[in-house]
C-alpha cells in the first residue's frame, strides 16, 4: 500500500527508523517544511541559541552516548554556523549528522537570500556529504548519512535538503541496500600481521601501549585492559583515551604529550616498541616528530588506513577496528603463551615505577593563596568519587584536568582534541546531559572559554537540563597568555580579559542558572557540594583563580620528548 | 618524479570538487587531468599524472573518498598513456613547405591554416609530443593547448604474445 509523504515527512520519518530520539538545532526559512512535521514527532528537538552550540551539542551527545548526534540549521547563515562544530567532529572522528536546510532548487547558484554554498564549504570538515536533489532519495541519503557516520573512522556527515525538496510529495518506502563500492571500512585485521605484532610483543624489554581515542570510538576499553594485562604491557592514554583504561590501574601511565606527565611521555620516548591502537601521532604527543621515540619499533593499528605511516612508518601496520583487532591479539597472544606468562619486564617496570615515584603530579594549594585550578578539580573528584561525566574547553584547565582527574570509565571525559575549540565545554555538556539525563555532568570551563557559548546556558535552562559548569576565572586567556610569558618576552598581548567583568554569578542567574562563587581555597568544597546538591537547575560556580598559574609538565612547541619542563625554572 | 594514477569513481555530481578539494587541502599538486567516462555509466575514469612524493598516503586519501572504488598507479612499461597536443607554429609562405615536411614525421595533422601560421593536432605518449614540441621550436611556436594524460595498462595476455581473445556475436 503507497503512501505519499512529502520530503519533510520522510526525513523525519527516516530519523526515526534510525532510532533518532534528541535532534539539536536552530529552525529557519529554509528548513520551516521539516521543523513543521517536527512537532509531530516523538522526536525531542532542543533548540539551541547558536548554531555552533547545536553542533556540539550533538557532538557532547555522541561522546556520552555513543551514539550518532544530531543536529538541524537552516540555510546560510545557520549553516556556516554549524562548521566549526563540524571540522571539531570531523578532528575528533565524532559521529554526528547535519542536516541543513537549503533555498528551493531553482535559485541554487543565484546568490538568493540566505544562500550559501553549504555543499561545498562543509565538504573538507565532513567524512561526507550530500546534497539531495529530489524528495525521492530521502530514505537512501538519511540510511547512508547515518551508515558512514557511525562506522569505519566515524565523523561528521551533512545532508543539505533544498526547501522544495522538503515540501515535494514521494511515494514513501524504505531505504534500499546500501550502495557504497567505494565504502568498505576494513575491520579484522591480517592475521599474519596480528602475528607478526606478538613477535614484536613478545621480544620487547621496553614496550608501551599508545591507546588513543579510536579505542573509545571502538567501545573496546575493557579488550584493552584484558590485552594489556594478558601481554603485561604498560598503558599511556592520550588526551582523547582518557578513561579507556582506568587510571587507578597498576598499568596505566596517564597522559603523554606536550602536557602529559612525565612518565607517560618518557615512557614513550625511551620505548623499544610501540602498540599504537587508535592513535595517530598527533604534534601534541610527538613533540619533534624526528626525535620522537627514536629507539621504538612501531605496530600501529587503525580503522583508517591513511593514518598509518602519516608520521611515522609502521613496522606492523594492521588495518583493523580496534576492538576486532584487539580481540585477535588476545587470541593469538594466548595461543602462543600458553600456560607461560607473559614476559615480566622487571627491569621496565622497575624504571616506571621510580619516574612515577619522583615525578608526582603536584597540586600545590597554599591556603592562604589564590586557588589553583589543579585543587578544585582534585577536591571535585574527591566529592564525586570521580563518578561524573567530565567535559572541558580548550586551554589550562582542559589539560589540568585531564591530568588531575582519575578517569575510570570510557566516555566520561569530553573534549575538543584535534581542533582545540574554544567554547566546546558548555555545549557539549548540554548534549552529554540530553544523553545521559542520569548521570552528573560537570563540564570544567575557562573564562575565555565561557564567554564564546555561554548563551548555550539559556538553552540548559528552559530545556531543563540541569548541567553544572565550573568557571576557572583567571582573568585571561590562560595558555596563550602561559606562552606570552615563557616565549614572548612577558609581553602579553591581547590576553587579558580581567576577571571582574562579567559577574559571573548574576550572569548565571539571568540565565535561568544558579550562580555560586568561590574566592578562596577554603570555599572550594563546600561551593562543590552545594553545586552537587542542586539537581533541578543548571549551575554555574565560578572559582577565581590563580592568574599566574602555568600548566607543567611541558614541552615546548617543535622540542623533542626528551626535554621535559617540569616547571619554569627548566625553561630558562 | 611524475606518478599517473587512474582512479575509478562513482559517476556523481561533484566527485571531481571531492578529489580536487582533497588534493588542495593535503597540499598534493597534480600535474595534469583528465576525467571521462568508462564503459559503465555509473563510473568515471579520473586519469592523474601527480608530482608525489608520498604516494601511498595520496593513494590512501584518494581511498578515504566515499566515491572512490579503485586507485591504481600505473607502471610506465605497462601503461599506454597519450596526451593530444594542439600546436600552433610560425609558417609564412616560404617556411610552410618545410613545417610540413617536418610535422609529417610525426603524423601531425594540420588542422588550421593561416597566412602566418599553421596549427597541428599532434597525439601520442608525452615524450613523443615533446619530441613534436622541440622540433617545432625553431620555428617559433605561437601558442599551444594540451589535454590531460589518459592511461590505460596493456592487456596482459598481448605482453605474452597471446592474440586478444574476440568476442563472438
Redesign the interface.
Known amino acids: 500500500m503507497s503512501e505519499t509523504l512529502t520530503g519533510a515527512q520522510a526525513l523525519i520519518r527516516a530519523l526515526e527508523l534510525e532510532g533518532v530520539e534528541v535532534v539539536f538545532g536552530i529552525p529557519g526559512g529554509a528548513i520551516l517544511p521539516t521543523y513543521d512535521f517536527l512537532l509531530d514527532s516523538s522526536i525531542r528537538h532542543i533548540l539551541a541559541r547558536h548554531e555552533q552550540g547545536a553542533g556540539h551539542m550533538a557532538s557532547g551527545f555522541a561522546h556520552a552516548t555513543g551514539r550518532v548526534g544530531v543536529v538541524m540549521a537552516t540555510s546560510g547563515p545557520g549553516a556556516t554556523n554549524l562548521i566549526t562544530a563540524l571540522q571539531d567532529a570531523h578532528m575528533d572522528s565524532i559521529p554526528v549528522v547535519a542536516i541543513t536546510g537549503q533555498v528551493a532548487t531553482a535559485s541554487i547558484g543565484n546568490d538568493a537570500f540566505q544562500e550559501a554554498h553549504t555543499w561545498g564549504i562543509s565538504m573538507p570538515c565532513t567524512k561526507h556529504n550530500y546534497l539531495v536533489a529530489s524528495a525521492d532519495e530521502i530514505p537512501d541519503v538519511i540510511r547512508e548519512a547515518f551508515h558512514l557516520a557511525s562506522t569505519g573512522r566515524p565523523g561528521p556527515v551533512l545532508v543539505d535538503i533544498p526547501k522544495d525538496v522538503q515540501a515535494a510529495t514521494m511515494e514513501w518506502h524504505r531505504a534500499g541496500e546500501l550502495d557504497l563500492p567505494g565504502y568498505k571500512p576494513s575491520t579484522r585485521g591480517h592475521p599474519r600481521q596480528v602475528k607478526a605484532a606478538i613477535d614484536l610483543i613478545q621480544e620487547a624489554e621496553q614496550p608501551v601501549l599508545y591507546a588513543g581515542g579510536g579505542i573509545i570510538r571502538a567501545g573496546a576499553s575493557d579488550l584493552l585492559r584484558r590485552f594489556a594485562e594478558a601481554a603485561n604491557l604498560p598503558v599511556v592514554t592520550t588526551l582523547m583515551a582518557r578513561g579507556a583504561i582506568p587510571d587507578s590501574h597498576p598499568l596505566a601511565l596517564g597522559m603523554p604529550g606536550m602536557h602529559g606527565n612525565y612518565t607517560a611521555t618518557t615512557a614513550m620516548q625511551q620505548s623499544d616498541l610501540l602498540i599504537t591502537i587508535g592513535a595517530r601521532f598527533d604534534d601534541r604527543v610527538t613533540g619533534n616528530v624526528e626525535a620522537f621515540a627514536p629507539r621504538a619499533k612501531v605496530i600501529h593499528v587503525d580503522v583508517d588506513p591513511a593514518e598509518i605511516g602519516k608520521v611515522r612508518t609502521a613496522d606492523v601496520p594492521i588495518v583493523g577496528d580496534a576492538a576486532a583487532v584487539l580481540g585477535q591479539l588476545i587470541e593469538e597472544l594466548r595461543t602462543r603463551l600458553g600456560d607461560d606468562p607473559a614476559p615480566a619486564r622487571e627491569a621496565w617496570f622497575a624504571t616506571l615505577r621510580d619516574w612515577q615515584e619522583h615525578h608526582l603530579l603536584r597540586c600545590d594549594q597554599d591556603p592562604n593563596g589564590p586557588i589553583q585550578q589543579p585543587y578544585v578539580i582534585e577536591e571535585l573528584h574527591r566529592l564525586t568519587g570521580g563518578n561524573v561525566i567530565l567535559v572541558s574547553g580548550v586551554g589550562q584547565h582542559q589539560m589540568w584536568a585531564s591530568l588531575h582527574w582519575g578517569f575510570e570509565r570510557p566516555n566520561t571525559w569530553i573534549n575538543s582534541g584535534g581542533l582545540g575549540t574554544m567554547g566546546y565545554g558548555i555545549p557539549a555538556a548540554v548534549g552529554a546531559k540530553a544523553g545521559m539525563p542520569d548521570e552528573i555532568v560537570f563540564a570544567i570551563d575557562g573564562d575565555g572559554c565561557f564567554q564564546m557559548t555561554m548563551q548555550e546556558l539559556i538553552t540548559a535552562s528552559t530545556e531543563k537540563i540541569p548541567v553544572k559548569i565550573a568557571v576557572m576565572n583567571n582573568g585571561s586567556l590562560g595558555l596563550v597568555k602561559q606562552w606570552q610569558q615563557l616565549f614572548y618576552n612577558e609581553r602579553y598581548s591581547a590576553t587579558e580579559l580581567g576577571s571582574d567583568i562579567p559577574d559571573y554569578v548574576k550572569l548565571a542567574e539571568a540565565m535561568g542558572c544558579v550562580g555560586l562563587r568561590a574566592e578562596h581555597p577554603d570555599e572550594v568544597a563546600p561551593t562543590l557540594e552545594k553545586a552537587l546538591a542542586i539537581n533541578d537547575r543548571p549551575v554555574v560556580v565560578e572559582f577565581l583563580c590563580d592568574p599566574d598559574a602555568m600548566v607543567f609538565p611541558m614541552v615546548t612547541a617543535g622540542g623533542s620528548n626528551d626535554n621535559i619542563a617540569l616547571g619554569p625554572e627548566d625553561l630558562t | 618524479m611524475n606518478h599517473v594514477i587512474s582512479v575509478l569513481?562513482?559517476n556523481k555530481?561533484?566527485v571531481l570538487?571531492?578529489v580536487a578539494?582533497?588534493f588542495a587541502?593535503r597540499g598534493f599538486n597534480i600535474h595534469s587531468l583528465a576525467v571521462g567516462p568508462t564503459t559503465d555509466p555509473l563510473f568515471s575514469r579520473i586519469t592523474m599524472v601527480i608530482d608525489g612524493p608520498d604516494m601511498?598516503?595520496i593513494i590512501?586519501?584518494l581511498?578515504?573518498?566515499?566515491?572512490?572504488?579503485k586507485v591504481t598507479e600505473m607502471v610506465p612499461s605497462e601503461t599506454l598513456e597519450r596526451e593530444v597536443m594542439l600546436l600552433r607554429v610560425s609558417a609564412d609562405r616560404k617556411q610552410r613547405g618545410e613545417v610540413l615536411d617536418a610535422a609529417a614525421i610525426f603524423e601531425a595533422k594540420a588542422v588550421d591554416v593561416g597566412a602566418a601560421t599553421i596549427t597541428f593536432e599532434v597525439t601520442g605518449d608525452p615524450a613523443r609530443l615533446a619530441d613534436f614540441l622541440e622540433l617545432m621550436r625553431p620555428y617559433g611556436v605561437v601558442d599551444l593547448a594540451k589535454s590531460g594524460r589518459i592511461a590505460l595498462s596493456r592487456d596482459a595476455k598481448n605482453r605474452n604474445g597471446a592474440k586478444p581473445t574476440l568476442r563472438s556475436a
Open positions: 569513481v562513482e555530481p561533484g570538487a571531492r578539494s582533497m587541502r601511498e598516503q590512501k586519501q581511498y578515504k573518498l566515499v566515491h572512490t572504488v
